[in-house]
Every structure is written in C-alpha cells, then in structure tokens.
C-alpha cells in the first residue's frame, strides 16, 4: 500500500475528499488536498475519476528538515530504485516557506544529488542518463516538514482534453465542476449559463451527469511507469467508459454576448463529444428572458477587477437580479470577487462560500428560490 496526496486548490479540499468517498476510498482532507492509502489501481482511479483535484501525487518521504544535510540524508533514505528505473526522467521541483531552508534552487540541487547517490550505489553505474519514463519528483518544505512525492498525473487534472483553445478570462475545469457540484439541485434541474463564455461550466455539468470520468480521454504519466499493473489501468478505464450514459444529461444551456467565445465553446462541446446535448447561443443578457419553469442559473459573470470594466461588470449583476425577481422559482449560483455582489442583487445570498479563480479570492453565491 501507498500514500497519495490528491492536491487540490483551497477550499476544494473536502470536496475532492467526498469524491474519493464516492470511488470506495477512505482519505482526510488536508490543507492542499485529500490524503489516501492504495496500490497503484487506486492511484490511477483517483487521476481518472477526481473532478476537482489538480493532481495526484504518490507520498514517498515526510520529515523534518532544518538544514540541507538533514534534507539531503532525508531524501538519500527513500529506497528510490523502488520507484524509478535506471532510465528514468526524474526531474525536480519543489517550493520552500516559512522553513529554515528557503531557497528552492539549493534544495532541488541537494534533492537531484541526493538520488543519484543512492541510485548509483543501487544500480552500481556512476551516469544515469535520464531516457526513459517520466517520474517527475517534487519536494514542499513549510515549517520544516518535508514532504517528497512522484507526480502521477503529469499534466494537471484540469487538462480534460477538450479545451485546446482559451478565450478571456477562462475558468478553470476543476473549479467549474465544483461549482456545479455545490449546487442544489445540480442533477435534476434545467441548467442554464447566462455568461457561459467558452462553456466550461456547461460541459462539466454534462460530465457530471453522464457519469463521464472527467480522465477518460487523456493519459496519465503513471501508465508509462514500468512495473506497475497496465491491465488493471486498462480495466478500470473500460470500465470508466462503460458506465457514461449521455441520456442523463438533460436540459443544458447557455448564452453570450461575446461572439468569439461561443465560436470557441462550440469547438469545445465538439471535442468533448457534447455538442448534441448543448444548446449555445448569441443573446445580452440585459434582454435576456427565461422559461418561468426552476432551473438552476449557474454562471461565472466577469468580475470587473480593472475599475474600466466596473460598471458593465455591476449591470450584469443586476441583470441576473432581475432573472432572479422575474423568475422566482429559479436558483442562482454565481461566483465573483466583487465585494458588493450581494447589495447589486438586492439580497443576501442563503450560501456562501470562499473560493479561489487562480490567484483571486471570490465568494460562491448561492440564491435559493423564494418560497
């Protein structure tokens, strides 16, 4: 058995750890991620399967460190030639804070030295020249506490495969999905997107609802590992892939203003196989009117961060306001960074929760219909 780490950007950290509880796997949640013990099939159902986590790492050293010999006898200990091949990749990266050793550059070169010192007294061969697989290491050093881990993923998690091209502004997948994952009522409602852009949002709730593995069509650097079990990896995918069911998607839909992004969200939906589930189309949302059937209005509205895009930002505020009023059996959920967002719809929101878009700190909004 293992220990993985699947990272996670904060505040998603409890939800990656439900998902994990969703796939039979017990884990903690953690600042950064949720923490969870399993053989390598484990480790390649969460990469598959995890829809708000950014990668999965596989733990292989946790200690205290106050100084670089202490760093470097830590990470000589790991039986590295368990892991890594004589022609294996294994760049290193890693970040330092609030910790004695704080330069990140000293310490990846100690890292680096400290394994091939223990692969040549493994492997008896003083050059390793570094041909093979990939198995990139990355070292955290906060407070002292050292944490090495194998990347298994590669590519972050977000990197669904069918978002080649980017407009303004994009939200990432794996917050998107936790957006519609946080949502009342997420698979049973109409779904609507008054600002859908590139339509991330939309083909996430797609996902979801088809029982789609948000991995299944990308590959993951642990399947080019040697000695780990490929026919189990092939069989967990199949299996991925048996249990889709388009038929459940339902009602989903959206709209913009912008024509360049929806030329770009329909390319979207057509490499993620959706364009037949998702209708898309050209409309303001100051004219916008909806059906007075519930449906859940879930959006990622701009967030007028340059004081030159305030003003637009805060009237489409208060035209979902005015979705919200016109239709009060709708349910809206909207994340923005604006701190007057709740006084421009005219109320408090019943939820709220602190998010993060990149870098931004933003509250997710949640209006429940008026009963």
């Given amino acids: 058995m293992a220990t993985w780490l699947a990272t996670a950007a904060f505040g998603l950290e409890g939800i990656v750890k439900r998902e994990l509880k969703g796939l039979g796997v017990d884990s903690s949640a953690e600042n950064g991620g949720a923490r969870f013990e399993g053989d390598f099939a484990t480790g390649f159902l969460a990469n598959l399967s995890l829809r708000c986590a950014d990668r999965v790492l596989l733990i292989v050293k946790e200690t205290k460190v106050f100084g670089f010999e202490d760093l470097f006898e830590a990470t000589k200990s790991v039986p590295w030639a368990d892991y890594l091949p004589k022609e294996a990749s294994f760049p290193v990266t890693g970040n330092c804070a609030r910790s004695q050793l704080m330069s990140v550059s000293d310490c990846q070169k100690i890292v680096k030295k400290a394994i091939v010192e223990k692969l040549k007294d493994t492997y008896r061969q003083s050059w390793f020249e570094e041909s093979g697989p990939s198995y990139p290491i990355q070292f955290n050093i906060h407070e002292n506490n050292l944490r090495i881990s194998i990347n298994s993923s590669g590519d972050a998690l977000n990197r669904r495969g069918y978002r080649t091209w980017t407009g303004e502004a994009p939200i990432r997948e794996t917050l998107a999905a936790a957006m519609i994952l946080l949502a009342p009522n997420h698979l049973k409602l109409p779904i609507y997107d008054p600002c859908c852009g590139t339509a991330t949002l939309l083909i996430e709730a797609a996902f979801l609802r088809a029982n789609r593995a948000p991995g299944l069509k990308r590959n993951f650097l642990m399947e080019d590992w040697v000695n780990v079990p490929a026919d189990d990896f092939n069989h967990i995918r199949q ?30 939906l057509t490499q993620a196989g959706l364009e037949s589930y998702i209708h898309l189309e050209k409309k303001d949302i100051h004219h916008l009117e909806l059906p007075s059937l519930p449906q859940l209005i879930i959006t990622n509205p701009p967030y007028g961060e340059r004081l030159s895009d305030q003003k637009s930002a805060e009237d489409i505020y208060k035209a979902l306001s005015r979705l919200l009023k016109t239709s009060p059996g709708n349910t809206l959920c909207a994340i923005s960074s604006h701190p007057g967002f709740e006084r421009i719809i005219g109320r408090r929101s019943q939820h709220k929760r602190r998010l993060y878009n990149g870098r931004l700190e933003c509250e997710y909004h949640i209006y429940l219909p008026k009963v």
């Fill in 239 to 268: 299996n991925a892939a048996s249990l889709v069911d388009y038929k459940q998607i339902g009602k989903i839909s959206g709209s913009d203003i912008d024509k360049n992004s929806l030329e770009l969200a329909q390319k979207h």
